[in-house]
């Protein structure tokens, strides 16, 4: 039987580090969909206010997979 899977974009925000970001990322994101395959980082920005780092961004694709119907 072949698999089938969906790929999403999600973005994970941190004060802390783009670790941080990332992993609350995919630890609230694994909370709703199961069956998570692969993250990959496509991007990463920070927010500066005042000349500091104020949040660390993250953009992971995730992959995920399909149930099939019975």
């Known amino acids: 039987m072949a698999s089938v899977y969906k790929i999403i974009e999600i973005v994970g925000v941190s004060k802390k580090s783009w670790e941080d970001a990332a992993a609350n ?3 609230t994101t694994g909370k709703n969909l199961k069956d998570l395959r692969i993250g990959e980082v496509t991007k990463m920005d920070m927010q500066i206010e005042k000349g500091k780092v104020t949040a660390y961004r993250i953009r992971i694709s995730v ?7 019975k």
Do not use: G, L, P
């Not at 992959?63 to 119907?69: G, T």
């Open 63 to 69: 992959s995920f997979k399909y149930k099939q119907k």
């Open 25 to 27: 990322a995919i630890e």
